[in-house]
């Protein structure tokens, strides 16, 4: 009789301490964040859950969300040399495939979350700033301001290329 206790206190204490160490494995991202695993394996978590290992495994979060960026430009030159002043909103996201996060995760990370969504955002607006610039110094001032939808159609292919 104490050896069938004895057993079952064994078999229960290792069913506790298996199902202790998934729960204490299991790292989980929302829809709006992606963990990247490196180390083992290279992996990316995103809206779900899936197992860690500490020792030989590290996580970073990324945040998927969108960040608006305000862009301005001042002394900009037109085509004409005329100095003008820009002000824009720029709206972009790390998209959500694979790559893209482990291209983000290699080229901004910091370790930190919103310090690496702090270096996303000031990178971009330089690099959003100078293509407005760009753009700027190719028209005319009647081209940005009468022909509004070829400077807007300007803006959207440099930046989306």
Do not use: C, H
């Not at 495994?57 to 900009?76: C, F, H, P, W, Y």
């Amino acid at each position: 009789m104490n050896i069938e206790i004895i057993i079952i206190a064994i078999i229960l204490a290792a069913l506790f301490l298996l199902i202790f160490s998934i729960v204490a494995l299991w790292k989980k991202a929302p829809q709006d964040k992606a963990l990247v695993v490196t180390g083992l394996k290279k992996r990316v978590i995103s809206g779900g859950g899936g197992i860690v290992v500490p020792v030989l495994e590290r996580t970073d979060r990324i945040s998927l969300e969108n960040m608006k960026i305000a862009v301005r430009t001042q002394g900009a030159l037109t085509e004409q040399g005329v100095d003008i002043i820009v002000d824009g909103v720029a709206v972009l996201k790390v998209k959500s495939d694979k790559e893209s996060i482990l291209a983000a995760v290699e080229q901004f990370n910091t370790g930190n979350e919103s310090k690496t969504i702090a270096v996303i955002e000031d990178i971009s607006k330089d690099v959003l700033e100078g293509k407005l610039r760009e753009i700027i110094s190719k028209l005319t001032v009647e081209e940005i301001y009468k022909d509004r939808e070829k400077f807007a159609s300007q803006v959207q292919d440099i930046m989306v290329a």
